[in-house]
């Protein structure tokens, strides 16, 4: 019997444990946990340590199935598993979300943190949510990979569809193995699908529309932030619920701030954020797009990149 | 003055600095081409610092991320702020690490400062 074993990564949501779950000739073993941060508002639960399934590709071939958790704050268990479970993996499927705002920002990103593993091992990039947001495509796709350096194999799929994700698998041993049956694999594992015409729900909880999560109460989510203010593109309150007076002038002053330096100094690029801290003080911080900005009040602890990729995330989940 | 900034800039974690006072620049190592930096730097912590005054705050520290750069500004004291330049990607806390190093030469040359 041949051993192969394949290690899926990606951003929060882009489809990992989804992915595992319809190839999976077991019941796959995750180690899901409530969401305690911005993601809430894709979902109500995501992989903390990793995911796990089994795929018999014919009588003498096997496919072990390894997931990462997502957020960044789980990353020693990336460590852990490319130093131990999945050293001797035959590639790297990185699961893109076409949705994100940038989604060659997440490809920099995971290819820069799974550089070493990568150097010997085959990787795949798999573009998923094109059904939501069919740009950029397959061409544009290759065309920016070429412009970074990545000549690697890109395929569009959809992470629910056992037979979508099965491309994933040929693309990666297919041609080593001869003997799969590739009709039948995908006849078998058709049962996996949570295709929503097929089962009539997603896989990860989908949050209804009826139970839609705001961008206030997503942020309110994430342990150590304490208040929360979002403005539209004119720089105009949205919904607030910082409750402490202080805070909310302070913030409303760095807003109208960053709002000027806008105008005035574009020329020296976009401004990311601006953060206030105090030694016994909440820490304030403020972040804007064209279209939005964000104010967030959180705990002096909290570190600041975890803020950061919070607000990122809220921000780019709330323009869906 | 000049070579206590001499002392702050350091290769990896702070390209430039300068000291204000109010609004105004007394002392900065800011090259020309970084110059436009520094007029942010200006009218961005003069004003922060003033907000952080007007609402009885405490903070006393605030960082802006501008293109590749971020410009972190300390109050030193009502008024008298230090602000460094760095690189986007470099880390808060190394810039706030090498600022605690130095703090006592800050703290004798602001001394002196008000001596002379």
Same mark, same amino acid.
């Given at each position: ?173 297919? /041609?080593? *193995? ?5 009709? =039948?694999? !995908? &006849?078998? @594992?058709?049962?996996? %699908? ?85 030694? /016994?003080? *909440? ?5 804007? =797009?064209? !279209? &939005?900005? @964000?104010?967030?009040? %959180? ?22 | ?116």
């Amino acid at each position: 019997m041949t051993d192969y074993k394949v290690l899926f990564t990606g951003s929060v949501c882009s489809g990992k444990t989804t992915a595992i779950r319809s190839l999976s000739d077991i019941e796959t073993v995750d180690t899901d946990a409530r969401v305690s941060d911005s993601a809430i508002r894709r979902k109500r639960k995501t992989t903390i340590a990793m995911d796990y399934g089994v795929l018999d590709l014919s009588d003498s071939a096997r496919l072990h199935l390894y997931g990462t958790p997502g957020q960044e704050r789980f990353k020693f268990m990336w460590e852990v598993m490319m130093s131990d479970l999945v050293h001797d993996a035959e590639g790297l499927v990185l699961l893109v979300d076409n949705t994100r705002n940038d989604p060659f920002k997440d490809i920099r990103f995971y290819v820069e943190e799974f550089r070493d593993f990568i150097v010997r091992r085959r990787l795949i990039i798999a573009v998923t949510h094109s059904d939501e947001k069919a740009d950029p495509d397959h061409d544009y796709y290759m065309q920016e990979l070429k412009a970074m350096g990545l000549f690697t194999t890109v395929i569009f799929i959809d992470a629910r569809d056992p037979s979508s994700v099965l491309k994933i698998v040929k693309e990666l041993v297919g /041609q080593r *193995e001869k003997d799969i049956a590739w009709p =039948e694999l !995908e &006849q078998r @594992l058709a049962v996996n %699908s949570t295709m929503p015409q097929a089962s009539g729900e997603g896989d990860s909880p989908a949050i209804g529309v009826n139970e839609e999560v705001t961008l206030l109460e997503a942020a309110m989510n994430t342990r150590g932030i304490t208040g929360a203010i979002h403005l539209g593109a004119d720089r105009k309150v949205l919904s607030s619920n910082v409750s402490s007076k202080q805070n909310k002038e302070l913030l409303r002053s760095m807003i109208n701030l960053v709002t000027a330096l806008e105008a005035k100094a574009s020329f020296l690029g976009h401004i990311d954020d601006l953060v206030l801290y105090g030694p /016994q003080q *909440e820490t304030l911080s403020v972040f804007v =797009e064209e !279209e &939005q900005a @964000l104010g967030l009040c %959180s705990h002096k602890d909290l570190s600041i990149n975890v803020v950061k990729q919070q607000a990122v995330d809220l921000l780019q989940w709330s323009r869906r | 003055m000049n070579e206590l900034l001499g002392t702050i800039d350091k290769p990896n974690v702070v390209e430039s600095s300068c000291f204000l006072e109010g609004k105004e620049v007394t002392t900065s190592s800011f090259t020309k081409a970084n110059r436009h930096y520094e007029t942010v730097a200006r009218q961005t912590f003069s004003y922060i610092f003033l907000n952080v005054g007007k609402h009885k705050s405490k903070h006393n520290e605030a960082h802006l991320e501008i293109g590749d750069k971020r410009l972190s500004g300390f109050l030193l004291k009502a008024n008298r702020v230090l602000v460094c330049l760095s690189e986007k990607e470099t880390n808060i806390s190394d810039v706030r690490a090498h600022i605690q190093q130095v703090q006592h030469l800050i703290a004798k040359a602001e001394v002196e400062r008000m001596l002379a």
